[in-house]
């Protein structure tokens, strides 16, 4: 008799992720139920053992918008892991396979759907986990990320809304580029955007895809909550990440330039740009 585990996502959800890969968010299911390594106890032992730039962790009662980082909880992060049904926080474990178990996990989870990655984007590149804890009407602010993402809901419930990946009515073409020459992911925020948001509802064993740089917010719902991103890069990704940091170097100098194409256009030639620049110590003229 075989011991190979049956896969955490089901035919259906890797269907659905074949045909939707790379730009269109969706919904899939999991079967991480019981994976150990994900109780409150472990994470905590986690957190311990992780670079204290691989821990983030603040007030879980902020708006949606927010002008720089959230203010401080008061507690340490094992503390405030453990207390997180009461602890009014919201907690993410970054790089999580920095710790061998745990990249074990991730790589687990993201070779059964390489295939479909690797048949639309190329090579993944820069596979890392990231793992979220928080607390009963936590928000995460408006912002975006850089990766490919799917996040598994574990515990609890939420409510993600995403909004179109780039659009520059919800993210600017400035606010593309002061982040990825280094700024803060967090986006200005105005309630007339609401309408336009697409609402994810996650419960236990139910996940959702996010494009690269799509505009998102999360509440959680009135349990504490637990959930991992599985996140990737491609050459696409990274790509379009310098052509974006080329634009906001001729922005600097007063010029207007074009946004990047979105994927499958390549965006080669400012990638390239942006690459002889930093080689040539000009990347912040």
């Known amino acids: ?64 918008g927010v002008d720089g980082k959230p203010a401080s909880n008061g507690l340490s992060i094992q503390d405030t892991i453990r207390r997180i049904a009461d602890s009014n926080s919201w907690a993410v474990l970054k790089n999580i396979e920095q710790v061998p178990v745990y990249r074990d996990l991730l790589e687990g989870l993201l ?11 190329g090579r993944m590149l820069t596979p890392q986990g990231y793992i979220f804890i928080s607390s009963p009407d936590a928000v995460t602010p408006y912002h975006f990320d850089p990766e490919h993402n799917i996040l598994l809901q574990l515990s609890g419930t939420k409510v993600m809304t995403q909004f179109p990946a780039g659009d520059p009515g919800f993210a600017p073409d400035t606010v ?12 200005p925020w105005n309630d007339a955007l609401i309408d336009a948001g ?16 799509a505009p998102h917010f999360v509440r959680n719902g009135p349990a ?6 599985i996140t990737w890069r491609s050459e696409w990704s990274y790509a379009e990440a310098a052509a974006r940091c080329f634009n906001g170097v001729l922005r600097r100098r007063g010029m207007a330039p074009r946004a990047p194409g979105r ?7 400012k990638s390239l740009a942006w690459r002889v620049l930093r080689r040539l110590g000009a990347g912040g003229a």
């Not at 821990?55 to 009662?61: K, L, M, S, T």
């Open 176 to 187: 593309h580029e002061s982040y990825h020459l280094g700024g803060p992911r967090e986006l």
């Open 224 to 229: 504490s909550s637990i959930s991992l991103s």
């Open 263 to 269: 994927w499958p256009h390549r965006n080669r030639a």
């Open 1 to 64: 008799m075989s011991s190979r585990k049956p896969p955490v996502f089901d035919h259906e959800s890797r269907d659905v992720f074949a045909r939707s890969y790379p730009e269109v968010p969706h919904t899939l299911t999991h079967h991480l139920e019981d994976e150990q390594r994900l109780t409150l106890d472990r994470l905590a032992e986690l957190a311990s053992q992780l670079p204290a730039g691989s821990v983030e962790y603040n007030r879980g009662d902020v708006p949606i």
């Open 111 to 121: 070779d059964e759907m390489k295939p479909f990655i690797e048949a639309r984007t």
């Open 198 to 213: 697409r609402q994810f509802e996650l419960g236990p064993k139910e996940a959702v895809y996010v494009p690269v740089m």
